[in-house]
């Protein structure tokens, strides 16, 4: 019963970081298809849910993990994922700590905002933020392959391992 319900936050964690990310991309999209559409975007709403997804997903991921820790121990795709949610992380301190202070700096002085400067740090967010979308996505597909405590999760796990070959046996 635990286990469902790290599940279900997990899954509110997902549409609070991905979700969001997902919509902030599609609304990038219709703006350039609609520029004189008068439908704003929360902006300001972005960082604070993907923040507050991440702690639900750590959280839930933690309790997940306390669930079932024997069986993903030794999985080749849990170990994988974790990389993957480690360098979200370490994405997400650069992009809000780093970067993004800088940005303000420069956007706040119209003389500075077309400096060299200024420039790469957009450069910077931006390859960031394109960073950020892609590691999430990737994440959340690794996540599909875990072990679930069922069958379809231990035949992910050796189709995965067939895939990468861990046998060491080439191709």
Known sequence: MAYEIFKALHGLGLLMTVGVITATLAYGYYKKMFPDTKIPFPFKWISPSVKAGLVILIISGLGMYAENA???NGSVVFWMKMVFVLAIIANNIWLNAGLRPKSKKFSADPALASSPEALQIKKRFKFAENLS???????????????????????????????????????
């Not at 990737?138 to 392959?145: F, G, K």
């Not at 050796?158 to 080439?170: A, L, R, S, T, V």
């Open 70 to 72: 024997e069986e993903l």
């Open 133 to 171: 979308l892609f590691l999430w996505y990737a994440t959340t597909i690794i996540s599909v392959l875990l072990p679930d405590s069922n069958k379809e999760g231990e035949l992910f796990e050796q189709n995965i391992k067939d895939f990468i070959n861990i046998d060491g046996e080439g191709f």
